[in-house]
C-alpha cells in the first residue's frame, strides 16, 4: 500500500470513527450527564489507553518544545473546540452539528496556503467547494432556538482548523499513539480540574456509561490516533478535506439510531461530500506558490 493510499485509509478510518461519537454522546446526555462530566471520562480514559498503547509500541514520548507544545495543543485547542462541539449537541442535533464542523476543510486549506506559502490545486479548490456545498445542502431549515447551537458549532470548525494546521507543523518523529496520548492528556487536566470544581453530572445508567466508553475507545482513541497518522503521512489540507467522510456517518447513523430526518437534500449532500473525498484522495491538496 502507497503512503498516500494508507493516509486516505487513515482518514476515512478516522472519519468514521468521530462520525460515531455525536450519536453515542446523545445517548450520554439523554441520561443527565453534563458536557463536563462527559468531557472528562473521555479525555482522562482515552490518555491513559493512548499511553498504555504508545508503551506497546516503544513509541517514546515527545521532549522539550514539541512536548510542551502538544500538551497545550490538548489543553488549550482541544479543550475550547470540544467543549463548542459537545455544547452545540446539547443544544442541535447530531447530524446537523457534525455537519456544521465540517466547514473546517475549507478553513484548513485557506490557512495552509497562507501560512506554509503553498496554494491550492484546482482540483483541491473544486473538492473544498464540492464538499462544502454538499455540507450546506446537509443542514436544511433551522428552527430560531436553534442558532445558538449552530453558532457553536461554527465555532468550533474555526477553532478546530487552526489547531489542524498547528499540529501538522508539531507531529514529524513521533508515534501516532505517543501525539495523541499528550494532546489527549492536556485535555484531560482541563476538564477533570473543570468536573471536580464544578460537581459535574455523569451517566447513572449501564448503557449510558456504555457509550461514554465507546465515546472515549472509538470516537476519541481510535480516531484521534489514526487522525494524527494520516496527518503526517498527508498533510493537514487532504486529511481536513478526506475526513468530510464523517458527517455522512453521522447524518447516517443519527437517522438510524436516534431517528432523526434524513431528506433527501442530505443524502444528496452526502453524495457530494463522498463524490469531493474520492477525488481528492487521488491527488495532493497543495502546490508550491512557484508552480505554474
Not at 460515531?20 to 472528562?40: E, Q
Not at 509500541?57 to 518544545?65: I, S, Y
Not at 453530572?201 to 480516531?223: E, F, H, M, N, Q
Request: charged share 10%; net charge positive; aromatic share 6%.
Amino acid at each position: 500500500m502507497s503512503p498516500r493510499l494508507l493516509g486516505a485509509v487513515l482518514a476515512l478510518t478516522s472519519a468514521a470513527s468521530f462520525g460515531v461519537m455525536p450519536v453515542l454522546t446523545k445517548v450520554v446526555y439523554d441520561d443527565g450527564a453534563g458536557v463536563a462530566g462527559v468531557l472528562s471520562v473521555r479525555f482522562s480514559l482515552a490518555a491513559v489507553v493512548l499511553l498504555g498503547l504508545a508503551r506497546l509500541r516503544r513509541e517514546a514520548l515527545p521532549r522539550g518544545r514539541q512536548l510542551l507544545v502538544l500538551f497545550l495543543l490538548g489543553a488549550v485547542g482541544y479543550v475550547f473546540e470540544s467543549y463548542c462541539y459537545f455544547a452545540a449537541l446539547e443544544r442541535i442535533s447530531a447530524g446537523l452539528t457534525a455537519l456544521l464542523l465540517y466547514l473546517y476543510p475549507a478553513l484548513v486549506v485557506l490557512l495552509t496556503a497562507a501560512l506554509l506559502r503553498t496554494r491550492p490545486s484546482r482540483k483541491a479548490g473544486a473538492c473544498v467547494a464540492v464538499a462544502t456545498a454538499g455540507t450546506a445542502l446537509t443542514i436544511g431549515p433551522l428552527g430560531g432556538g436553534q442558532w445558538t447551537g449552530v453558532l457553536l458549532g461554527l465555532t468550533a470548525a474555526l477553532s478546530y482548523s487552526i489547531y489542524i494546521v498547528i499540529s501538522s507543523r508539531q507531529v514529524a518523529g513521533v508515534g501516532p499513539f505517543a501525539t495523541s496520548a499528550v494532546v489527549m492528556g492536556g485535555a484531560a487536566v482541563v476538564y477533570d480540574v473543570g468536573a471536580v470544581a464544578t460537581h459535574a453530572r455523569l451517566p447513572s445508567s449501564g448503557s449510558a456509561w456504555a457509550a461514554l466508553v465507546a465515546v472515549a475507545l472509538v470516537g476519541t482513541v481510535v480516531a484521534v490516533s489514526t487522525f494524527f497518522a494520516a496527518l503526517e503521512l498527508l498533510g493537514p489540507a487532504d486529511t481536513a478535506v478526506l475526513s468530510t467522510f464523517e458527517p455522512v456517518v453521522s447524518v447516517v447513523v443519527a437517522a438510524v439510531a436516534l431517528g432523526e430526518d434524513l431528506t433527501a437534500l442530505q443524502i444528496a449532500g452526502g453524495a457530494l461530500v463522498l463524490g469531493a473525498v474520492a477525488v481528492l484522495a487521488r491527488g495532493p491538496a497543495h502546490v508550491p506558490l512557484d508552480a505554474p
